[in-house]
Nanobody, 114 residues
Protein backbone atom coordinates (compact mmCIF):
# COMPACT_ATOMS: atom_id res chain seq x y z
CA UNK A 1 0.00 0.00 0.00
CA UNK A 2 1.22 3.47 -0.82
CA UNK A 3 2.64 5.41 2.10
CA UNK A 4 2.63 9.14 2.61
CA UNK A 5 4.66 11.45 4.81
CA UNK A 6 3.41 14.87 5.88
CA UNK A 7 5.53 17.72 7.20
CA UNK A 8 5.56 21.46 7.72
CA UNK A 9 3.20 21.89 10.63
CA UNK A 10 3.92 23.92 13.71
CA UNK A 11 2.69 26.62 16.01
CA UNK A 12 1.50 29.89 14.59
CA UNK A 13 -0.34 32.95 15.78
CA UNK A 14 -3.64 33.80 14.18
CA UNK A 15 -3.16 35.57 10.89
CA UNK A 16 0.05 33.77 10.08
CA UNK A 17 0.90 31.33 7.30
CA UNK A 18 2.23 27.81 7.00
CA UNK A 19 3.01 25.53 4.10
CA UNK A 20 2.47 21.82 4.49
CA UNK A 21 4.13 19.18 2.34
CA UNK A 22 3.29 15.58 1.62
CA UNK A 23 5.20 13.01 -0.39
CA UNK A 24 3.84 9.67 -1.59
CA UNK A 25 5.69 6.45 -2.36
CA UNK A 26 4.22 5.71 -5.77
CA UNK A 27 5.40 6.24 -9.32
CA UNK A 28 1.77 6.65 -10.37
CA UNK A 29 1.26 9.73 -8.22
CA UNK A 30 0.18 11.87 -11.16
CA UNK A 31 -2.84 9.62 -11.72
CA UNK A 32 -4.37 10.24 -8.32
CA UNK A 33 -6.73 12.93 -7.15
CA UNK A 34 -5.01 14.11 -3.99
CA UNK A 35 -6.46 15.75 -0.93
CA UNK A 36 -5.65 17.28 2.41
CA UNK A 37 -7.68 16.40 5.46
CA UNK A 38 -7.58 17.63 9.03
CA UNK A 39 -8.75 16.37 12.37
CA UNK A 40 -9.38 18.77 15.20
CA UNK A 41 -9.35 17.55 18.80
CA UNK A 42 -12.53 15.62 19.54
CA UNK A 43 -13.81 15.88 15.99
CA UNK A 44 -13.92 13.63 12.95
CA UNK A 45 -11.43 13.92 10.13
CA UNK A 46 -12.68 16.35 7.51
CA UNK A 47 -11.79 17.11 3.93
CA UNK A 48 -10.01 20.44 3.48
CA UNK A 49 -8.85 20.64 -0.13
CA UNK A 50 -8.66 18.54 -3.28
CA UNK A 51 -6.46 18.72 -6.33
CA UNK A 52 -7.40 16.48 -9.20
CA UNK A 53 -4.95 14.74 -11.48
CA UNK A 54 -5.74 17.49 -14.01
CA UNK A 55 -4.81 20.19 -11.52
CA UNK A 56 -8.29 21.49 -10.80
CA UNK A 57 -8.90 22.34 -7.15
CA UNK A 58 -11.72 22.62 -4.67
CA UNK A 59 -11.90 23.66 -1.03
CA UNK A 60 -14.04 23.34 2.04
CA UNK A 61 -16.03 26.50 2.65
CA UNK A 62 -14.16 27.06 5.91
CA UNK A 63 -10.81 27.50 4.14
CA UNK A 64 -11.85 28.88 0.76
CA UNK A 65 -9.88 31.99 -0.11
CA UNK A 66 -7.25 31.29 2.56
CA UNK A 67 -5.76 27.91 1.63
CA UNK A 68 -4.15 26.89 -1.64
CA UNK A 69 -3.40 23.31 -2.69
CA UNK A 70 -0.93 22.41 -5.39
CA UNK A 71 1.11 19.45 -6.51
CA UNK A 72 4.41 18.49 -8.06
CA UNK A 73 4.09 15.24 -9.98
CA UNK A 74 7.86 15.04 -10.50
CA UNK A 75 8.45 15.06 -6.75
CA UNK A 76 5.33 12.95 -6.02
CA UNK A 77 4.30 15.73 -3.67
CA UNK A 78 1.24 17.72 -2.73
CA UNK A 79 1.33 20.98 -0.80
CA UNK A 80 -1.08 23.07 1.22
CA UNK A 81 -0.39 26.75 1.62
CA UNK A 82 -2.39 28.10 4.55
CA UNK A 83 -2.81 31.85 4.95
CA UNK A 84 -4.73 33.98 7.44
CA UNK A 85 -4.72 31.13 9.89
CA UNK A 86 -7.42 31.00 12.54
CA UNK A 87 -7.58 29.09 15.84
CA UNK A 88 -10.26 26.89 14.25
CA UNK A 89 -7.60 25.64 11.80
CA UNK A 90 -5.87 23.85 14.66
CA UNK A 91 -5.60 20.11 14.16
CA UNK A 92 -3.59 17.31 12.65
CA UNK A 93 -3.34 17.59 8.88
CA UNK A 94 -3.14 14.52 6.68
CA UNK A 95 -2.83 13.91 2.97
CA UNK A 96 -4.35 11.04 1.04
CA UNK A 97 -6.16 10.46 -2.19
CA UNK A 98 -9.68 11.76 -2.63
CA UNK A 99 -10.87 8.19 -2.12
CA UNK A 100 -8.53 7.60 0.83
CA UNK A 101 -6.70 4.83 -1.01
CA UNK A 102 -3.28 5.30 0.60
CA UNK A 103 -2.19 4.24 4.05
CA UNK A 104 -2.69 7.14 6.43
CA UNK A 105 0.47 8.84 7.57
CA UNK A 106 1.11 10.28 11.00
CA UNK A 107 0.00 13.70 9.89
CA UNK A 108 1.47 17.02 10.87
CA UNK A 109 0.21 19.07 13.79
CA UNK A 110 -0.91 22.65 13.20
CA UNK A 111 -1.64 24.79 16.22
CA UNK A 112 -2.98 28.31 15.81
CA UNK A 113 -3.23 30.55 18.84
CA UNK A 114 -5.39 33.62 19.14
Amino acid sequence: QVQVAESGGGWMQAGGSLRLSCTASTSRFSEYHMAWYRQAPGKERELVAIINSSGSTSYADSVKGRFDIDRDNIQNAVYLRMNSLKPDDTGVYYCNTRRREFRWGQGTQVTVSS
